[in-house]
């Protein structure tokens, strides 16, 4: 069966630079949540969209963004890189927003240097 | 608001012994429950769901867990753990918002 896409899953950047995560949901799933997990840590809902929209947002600094575009993948786009930004960053996606299961992506490691 | 509670931050345990990770969590409303498990460098895989109906859930790999709603519990259980268990665990709640608000995780460590 397929399951959720991540691209790419490693990057290393320096500190100031953009990056842009990829995240491609299970075919006729059109509700996608971004997760940030640090190490050690539990992960942190960031924001997620339903049907191309914004429909919950967590604690996601300003210098990211996010959007879904019209066929449902999804990108989280990160600039002013920093330090505490490395982490695992797992996409989910599920049916629609009354779907209780989400089913996550293998995840992007994402490194600062 | 809802969270969740893992009160052990790591368990060690021998191969084929029983296990329990404890799992507490609080809301307001009804919730929905898992658990999902993380091997080493990689993504997050369900274990189990509570949505409704018999409170004894059974997993994959052999596990089950019990939603106990006086208690407002959902321990995880399994009865005889192998080497290849060793794992972090992660229990997780989702209630009327759509997103997932997940524990601090539970380290399972099966020794020989």
Same mark, same amino acid.
């Given at each position: 069966a397929a399951g959720v896409i991540q691209s790419p899953r490693h990057l290393i950047k320096e500190k100031r630079e953009t990056a842009t995560l990829k995240c491609y949901p299970i075919p006729r799933h059109d509700t996608v949540y971004w997760y940030q997990q640090g190490p050690g840590q539990d992960p942190q809902f960031l924001i997620s969209?339903?049907? +191309?929209? #914004? @429909? *919950? +947002? !967590?604690?996601?600094? *300003?210098?990211?963004?996010? #959007? #879904?575009?019209? =066929?449902y993948h999804s990108e989280l786009n990160m600039s002013s890189l920093e330090l505490g930004d490395s982490a $695992?960053?797992?996409?989910? @996606? @599920? $049916? =629609? $927003?009354? =779907? @209780?299961? #989400?089913?996550? !992506?293998? !995840?992007?490691? $994402?490194?600062?240097? | 608001a809802q969270s969740v509670t893992q009160l052990d931050s790591q368990v060690p345990v021998f191969e084929e012994a029983p296990v329990e990770l404890r799992c507490n969590y609080s &809301?307001?409303? &009804?919730? %929905?429950?898992?658990? %999902? /498990?993380? %091997?080493?460098n990689q993504g997050l895989q369900l274990l189990l769901k509570y949505l409704s109906g018999s409170t004894l859930v059974k997993g994959i790999n052999g596990f089950e867990?019990?939603?106990?709603? &006086?208690?407002t519990s959902f321990h995880l259980?399994?009865?005889?753990?192998?080497? &290849?268990?060793?794992?972090? %665990?992660?229990?997780? /709640?989702?209630?009327s918002g759509d997103k997932l608000t997940f524990g601090t995780g539970t380290r399972l460590a099966v020794r020989p």
């Open positions: 969209f339903y049907e +191309k929209m #914004q @429909s *919950d +947002k !967590g604690s996601i600094p *300003d210098r990211f963004s996010a #959007q #879904q575009f019209s =066929d $695992l960053y797992f996409c989910a @996606s @599920s $049916l =629609d $927003l009354r =779907d @209780s299961e #989400q089913y996550f !992506g293998p !995840g992007t490691r $994402l490194t600062v240097t | &809301s307001s409303v &009804s919730v %929905y429950l898992f658990w %999902y /498990v993380q %091997y080493p867990a019990e939603f106990n709603k &006086s208690q259980r399994k009865p005889s753990v192998h080497i &290849s268990d060793t794992a972090e %665990y992660f229990c997780a /709640v989702k209630s």
